[in-house]
């Protein structure tokens, strides 16, 4: 089966960048997307086919995707973007894959 | 704008079975597949399995295979997930999500989400 893995938490000063990654097998042959979920809410799709951001997400969020990791880049973090961040790709055979999760805490 | 509204919490025994609905609108309902994630408490994000509403056609996970059955209604633009012979381990919160346009290719994204329902199993 195929697997995403992302690191647990990432900490970061309001102002500052966080970088979370997402680490597959070839994953950079795969569209990743990547999912907002903060405390006791739904997720909400933040960039969709690698680097895409749908209507209403903020430029401060970007991704980029190559060989074995994608990353997800948040620019000037702010307080409300204290979430979990979870990073998706289909799989032929594994379907809908989802990673670990990345607990973001802004200091 | 595009919703997803799911219905409320449920309390179930072991061995029983739980109907979680879904009701889409914003949206021609037959055009896009529907998704169904569960999330356990603390935990990440699994994916169940899939429905086509033009069509119902369906594709579940391994892990549900046998237990989990995805239907829907056209006349009300609602999809069903039922799971049955619950157990302990089956406490999650249940999502459904709109996925791609049915024809489009499968590497494709969830987008909305329903706002979730909370599935207790205990005696």
């Known amino acids: 089966s195929y697997v995403l893995t992302q690191p647990p938490s990432v900490s970061v000063a309001p102002g500052q960048t966080a970088r979370i990654t997402c680490g597959g097998n070839?994953?950079?042959?795969?569209?990743v997307h990547w999912y907002q979920q903060r405390p006791g809410q739904a997720p909400v799709l933040v960039v969709y086919?690698?680097?895409d951001r749908p209507s209403g997400i903020p430029e401060r969020f970007s991704g980029s995707n190559s060989g074995n990791t994608a990353t997800l880049t948040i620019s000037r973090v702010e307080a409300g973007d204290e979430a979990d961040y979870y990073c998706q790709v289909w799989d032929s055979s594994s379907d809908y894959v989802f990673g670990t999760g990345t607990k973001v805490t802004v200091l | 704008q595009v919703q997803l509204v799911q219905s409320g919490a449920e309390v179930k025994k072991p061995g029983a079975s739980v109907k979680v609905s879904c009701k889409a609108s914003g949206y021609t309902f037959t055009t896009y597949y529907i998704h169904w994630v569960r999330q356990a408490p603390g935990q990440g994000l699994e994916w169940m399995g899939i429905?086509?509403?033009?069509?119902?056609?369906?594709s579940y996970t391994q892990m549900f295979q046998g237990r989990v059955t995805m239907t829907r209604d056209t006349s009300t633009s609602t999809v069903y997930m039922e799971l049955s012979s619950l157990r302990s381990e089956d406490t999650a919160v249940y999502y459904c999500?709109?996925?791609?346009?049915?024809?489009?290719?499968?590497?494709?994204?969830?987008?909305?989400w329903g706002q979730g329902t909370l599935v207790t199993v205990s005696s």
């Open positions: 086919d690698d680097s």
């Open positions: 429905i086509n509403p033009s069509g119902a056609g369906t």
């Open positions: 070839n994953i950079g042959t795969k569209s």
């Open positions: 999500a709109r996925g791609a346009r049915i024809g489009a290719p499968n590497d494709n994204w969830f987008d909305p």
